[in-house]
């Protein structure tokens, strides 16, 4: 019954037609290029060469697809929450985030438990742009494009888990740590912005050492806290502008500990290359093997004959 139902809801024009003309477009441009083929090198050398022909251009599309990451992708890079800590980051059960609240605790005292204080503590760290260093953690600024990216995981874990509601929390700071070393954001190179030759070979040779020295990527996590918003700024009255939302400071923080997942965009279109230019170079070398034989069959023919 079950395919029925599915047969039932496939469309003609959007499936069954658009396979068809897939099917049709498939047979005509290889049916054609092996018919000519094997008209004038036989059946069984035909389609070798059409086979031939066809891994090879596989193999360059694959190349292609590895060089631009473009076409067939894998999953891309994304964070997954490995744990959430309600109120005291120093329970945690990941040992390096309760580095990080002895380090705050440290930093700016008493901004580890209380998220109001935190709050100010990162918003004045907002205003300097300078991002705050506490250990090994980094902090994220809101405008480091990285931040807008874990945030939106953050939001649709919670909402998902039903933590909280959609929009009933304000984020208060994020804090990174691990993964490769960063290039600072002065050292950029090219036409739009005016570089030095000693910036340029500097950001050469960290590119360099990212790939050769350093060609394995670290364990990259990220710890982002936010916190209730105060019932008072939820509520939105007919005529007006939604309030701003604030945190409520009776609510205790929540931070949600996420590590990097480097997905594998590049794995698939790889593959494809390497078995493509497998099957291409076992073809080619038997196509080269034939050419030999027939080659020594042609003088020794010749030879017999005079």
């Known amino acids: 019954m079950t395919s029925f139902i599915v047969i039932n809801g496939l469309d003609f024009n959007l499936f069954i037609r658009g396979l068809l003309v897939v099917l049709v477009g498939v047979v005509v441009l290889m049916g054609s290029t092996y018919l000519i083929l094997a008209t004038n090198s036989g059946f069984r050398t035909g389609g070798m060469l059409a086979l031939t022909g066809f891994f090879g251009w596989m193999t360059i599309m694959g190349f292609i697809w590895v060089l631009y990451g473009i076409g067939l992708q894998g999953r891309l890079p994304s964070w997954h929450v490995f744990e959430i800590n309600r109120g005291d980051l120093s329970s945690a059960q990941f040992l390096e985030a309760q580095e990080l609240a002895g380090g705050l605790e440290e930093t700016a005292a008493g901004v580890s438990s209380d998220p109001a204080a935190l709050d100010a503590w990162f918003r004045a760290a907002e205003e300097t742009q300078q991002a705050p260093e506490v250990g090994e953690w980094t902090g994220v600024l809101s405008s480091n494009r990285a931040r807008g990216e874990a945030q939106a995981a953050v939001d649709a874990w919670l909402v998902e888990n039903r933590v909280f509601g959609a929009g009933t929390y304000v984020p208060v700071a994020a804090f990174v740590r691990g993964g490769k070393d960063p290039r600072p954001a002065g050292l950029a190179c090219g036409i739009s912005k005016l570089s030095t030759w000693d910036e340029c070979l500097d950001r050469a040779g960290r590119k360099l050492h990212s790939i050769f020295i350093q060609p394995r990527h670290p364990a990259k996590q ?25 945190l409520d400071p009776d609510q205790p923080m929540y931070t949600v500990l996420m590590e990097r ?34 080659t020594a069959a042609r003088a020794a023919y010749a030879a017999g004959k005079a």
């Open 222 to 246: 990220i710890a982002v806290m936010v916190s209730p918003a105060s019932p008072e700024t939820l509520i939105v009255r007919p005529g007006e502008a939604p309030p701003v939302k604030t």
């Open 261 to 294: 997942d480097l997905g594998s965009k590049r794995l698939p279109p790889f593959l494809i290359m390497v078995g493509s230019g497998t099957i291409f170079a076992a073809f080619a070398w038997r196509l080269h093997q034939r050419d030999k034989t027939e």
